[in-house]
């Protein structure tokens, strides 16, 4: 008799090249724009409250989008269903994508395969790895019937992975993990 399992790994998301690039670009424009609604108040063309409203939404607008570069990724597996959903700065909740463990084309390491995988035709792409390159990160290839066939890359930990492997097909299974 099988027993019910339920492993759930969440990992957050290190800053990467893209994320300072990203932060940085904004803090400039938000800077020109400061400086300029600066300019505009001390010249009183126009009333001042109005650049001051806009002051205050440019700096909303550049705290909310340095604070959505903070991610965190939820793996979760339930008796074989298999969920991944990405947290922002603890505001929202989205799914990427889910599937059952059998439902499982293809797994592996995915810097061992990423130039061939870049040429495998799938619906979706989906990264939730610890890095955006991937790096000591697995990958699944999966049938989805919300995404399709969905490229699922993923930074799971060991008690996650041997969660699937009971789930998955046998012959797969023996293929990617031996004899274990």
Do not use: H
């Not at 061939?116 to 799938?122: G, I």
Request: with cysteine.
């Amino acid at each position: 008799m099988m027993t019910d399992v339920f492993v759930e790994y969440m990992l957050k998301k290190k800053f990467g090249p893209k994320d300072i690039a990203i932060c940085a670009g904004a803090l400039l424009l938000g800077g020109f724009l400061i400086a300029g609604c600066v300019i505009l108040m001390m010249g009183s063309v126009i009333p001042p409250m109005i650049p001051f409203f806009v002051m205050c939404a440019v700096l909303y607008g550049v705290y909310w989008l340095i604070s959505s570069r903070q991610i965190e990724y939820e793996y979760s597996i339930t008796n074989g269903d298999i969920s991944i959903d990405q947290i922002t700065n603890r505001r929202s909740r989205k799914r990427l994508t889910s599937f059952d463990a059998r439902a499982i084309e293809e797994m592996g390491k995915y810097a061992e395969n990423a130039q061939r995988l870049k040429s495998r035709r799938v619906d979706k792409t989906i990264f939730a790895s610890l890095t955006d390159d991937g790096a000591d990160a697995w990958y699944v290839i999966a049938k989805s019937r919300k995404t399709g066939v969905t490229l699922l890359v993923f930074s799971p930990d060991d008690r996650y992975i041997d969660a699937i492997k009971p789930f998955m097909d046998r012959r797969l299974r023996f293929e990617i993990f031996g004899r274990q």
